[in-house]
């Protein structure tokens, strides 16, 4: 393990508290990232020193809070490589950045007998959206398939591409299977038959250096509480172009520039997109998680997580019974695993009486569970707090609960 991530652990308050009387094994990265001192610091500092609206008051404090909010904005543009500052969109977070583009793109730009391209490894905020879109315009989803080895099967997706295809919309890193996609080549065979793409970053933007332009992604999304920042807050990446030509997903204040009786105006992205008072203190947060990872540095994390990773899935090798889930080389931090005859829920429980919080049930990836025939798997998942030492707890751990389960 890389040393200065060893000692990075005291960053994380949570890691120093006792659950079911052990110290805590937080192996939960992909439902959420524990916070580092950075970024709480940051909120609790908002609130008692800055707390004002934005981009409308004229005083001292609005004007810093403006200043903070529009700076996140520029921390998120830099990190991700986007070309200027209106392709950031502050949102809820990744569900609500899809939503806003099956929306307002969807509404606009799709017709009857267009088609949507999803794949089998989606999490339902990348299917339901565009479920709901379909059936209001008649749209059809297509699906590329997820093959034995848990990788898409590329080949499926150029036979069900076509001059009709007007979407495609897929995961990078997959939040079961943790295979990370070849989004590059998706991107550019989708552009061959001029459909747009939309990346779901949620996962990959914790370990992997993003860079949109080199991408050439037309959307990009991911939520800040998985990147070791806050809850409520996400972002839309959009190229200019197609966010400037979509009409608003909410409306009210700060989005307009006029407003009378008949009609109102519309500011330009990304204001026209953050209808209302944005969660500033989430934004600005993000900006110091962001901030936080940078300074570690994506390649380190990745460099640990893999180890870590490949770690734990040889010591889940050894375990009579485990069945991995999913074998793509190219993965970095999360495994899935199901065990022999033996419920996960009831393993997941026993692992939380030793103070090891894993996650099971379906993931919200139902279709991926039914393509693999299961109901759900248990999955482990790192972030850059995590040790080899957690892992070793959670084997151990593990081996104890299938022996008084089996
Ligand atoms: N996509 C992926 C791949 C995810 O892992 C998640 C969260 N588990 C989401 C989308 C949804 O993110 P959020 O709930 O933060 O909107």
């Known amino acids: 393990m890389i040393k200065e991530i060893c000692q990075l652990r005291s960053d994380f308050p949570a890691l120093g508290q006792l659950v079911s009387g052990q110290p805590l094994v937080y192996l939960d990265h992909a ?3 524990l916070k580092p001192l950075a970024v709480i610091e940051t909120i609790d500092h908002f609130y008692r020193h800055e707390t004002a609206n934005v981009h409308r008051g004229a005083h001292y404090l609005s004007d810093k809070a403006t200043q903070k909010y529009e700076d996140a904005r520029t921390l998120v543009k830099n990190f991700i490589n986007a070309e200027n500052n209106s392709e950031i969109v502050f949102t809820k977070g990744t569900t609500e950045s899809i939503n806003l583009v099956a929306q307002a793109y969807g509404d606009e730009y799709l017709n009857p007998g267009d088609e949507i ?3 089998e490894m989606e999490h339902h905020s990348n299917i339901v959206p565009w479920q709901i879109l379909a059936k209001r315009k008649k749209l059809t989803v ?7 080895s848990g990788e898409l099967d590329l080949n499926e997706f150029k036979n069900i591409l076509n001059e009709k295809t007007k979407i495609v919309s897929v995961v990078h890193c997959s939040n079961v299977l943790g295979t990370v996609n070849n989004i590059k080549a998706i991107i550019s065979a989708a552009h061959n038959v001029g ?3 939309l ?3 949620a996962q990959s933007v914790t370990f992997m250096p993003i860079d949109v332009q080199d991408l050439n992604c037309d959307f990009l999304v991911f939520s800040a509480h998985k990147l070791y920042g806050p809850f409520g807050t996400g972002v839309l990446f959009g190229k200019s172009e197609l966010l400037n030509a979509m009409p608003p997903y909410q409306s009210g204040g700060s989005m307009i520039t006029s407003v009378s009786k008949d009609e ?3 500011l330009g992205a990304p204001q026209k997109f953050e209808a209302g008072t944005p969660n500033v203190s989430g934004a600005i947060a993000l900006g110091a998680a962001i901030k936080y990872v940078e300074k570690i540095g994506l390649a380190n994390i990745c460099a640990h997580e893999t180890e870590l990773l490949q770690y734990t899935i040889s010591e889940l090798n050894k375990i009579n019974g485990v069945r991995i889930i999913g074998n793509s080389s190219s993965r970095v931090n999360i495994v899935s695993f199901v065990t022999d005859g033996i419920h996960g829920a009831d393993i997941g429980q026993i692992l939380d009486q030793q103070g090891v919080a894993i996650r099971t049930g379906h993931h919200c990836a139902q279709p991926l569970m039914n393509k693999l025939k299961l109901t759900g ?6 972030g850059v707090y995590n040790s080899r030492e957690d892992v070793d707890i959670f084997i151990r751990s593990l081996n104890k609960a299938v022996e008084m389960l089996s």
């Open 31 to 33: 439902a959420t990232s």
């Open 117 to 119: 391209i999803l794949t």
């Open 377 to 382: 798997t248990m999955r482990v998942s790192l």
């Open 195 to 197: 459909a747009k793409v």
């Open 199 to 201: 990346v779901d970053a």
């Open 264 to 266: 109102s105006l519309f």
């Open 142 to 148: 297509k699906w590329v398939p997820v093959t034995e």
